[in-house]
């Protein structure tokens, strides 16, 4: 599986966009980009994923450059909740493994 | 609430002394992970299974063993326990292999601490 690469930690104001980046430049072409978070000490929580498409879901947004080697996760309006670090992961989807390796992540820390 | 369940939330124990950790997946879930979060290690997959059988393998120690009933509930055994092997540890569940989505869900953790 591709490395990801993400900043350590992250400040946003509450009520504005939170942007995070990363970067996987060695993707393939057949691994997707997961973004999951995890809030203090609680079990990991999946956000989105995608191939190469922006998707959109009720939680977030995932914008892929075109040429795939980076990706934003976009959370529309900040608030106090989503505090927790986010991880970048990067996967083949359709294997017969489905564990996820979890990098470091980044600290999104929400402030009023 | 992700419909994993994980028991007990809590333990503390003495080295060398042996746990079990137990996990019930989502209904109709076949596949069960187990995770280890450590302060200096973040998330480390230790190992997963699939319908009763093992899947795939991560940086589980020797000392730890894993196994999926028929029932399709988990268990991990922690034995000849350590100080260092003091940590949250997760356990996942997914629908199937969990290759196509790459969705896991999670509990909430058993939280072990090693004296």
């Known amino acids: 599986d591709a490395k990801t690469t993400q900043p350590p930690s992250m400040d946003c104001a509450e009520g504005r966009a939170a942007n995070l980046p990363c970067n996987h430049s060695t993707i393939s072409g057949n691994e997707y980009v997961y973004w999951y978070r995890q809030i203090h000490s609680q079990g990991p929580q999946y956000i989105i994923h995608g191939l190469k498409n922006n998707e959109t879901n009720e939680m977030a947004s995932l914008i892929i450059t075109e040429d795939r080697k980076s990706s934003t996760l976009i959370l529309p309006h900040a608030t106090l909740r989503d505090t927790a670090v986010y991880y970048c992961?990067?996967?083949?989807?359709?294997?017969?493994?489905?564990?996820?390796?979890f990098g470091k992540g980044t600290k999104l820390s929400v402030k009023p | 609430d992700s419909g994993v369940t994980q028991t007990p939330k809590h333990l503390i124990t003495a080295t060398g002394q042996r746990v079990t950790l137990r996990c019930s997946p989502r209904?109709?879930?076949?596949?069960v992970y187990w995770y280890q979060q450590s302060l200096d290690q973040g998330l480390q997959f230790l190992i997963q299974y699939y319908n009763g059988e093992e899947r795939a393998k991560g940086n589980i120690l020797e000392r730890f063993s894993a196994q999926q009933f028929p029932d399709l509930h988990s268990e991990l055994n922690l034995s000849s326990l350590e100080l260092g092997d003091s940590a949250l540890y997760f356990c996942a569940s997914s629908p199937g292999t969990g290759g196509n989505t790459g969705e896991l869900f999670f509990g909430e953790g058993s939280r072990l601490t090693v004296l």
């Open positions: 209904s109709g879930d076949l596949s």
């Open positions: 992961i990067v996967r083949v989807a359709g294997g017969s493994q489905g564990n996820l390796i």
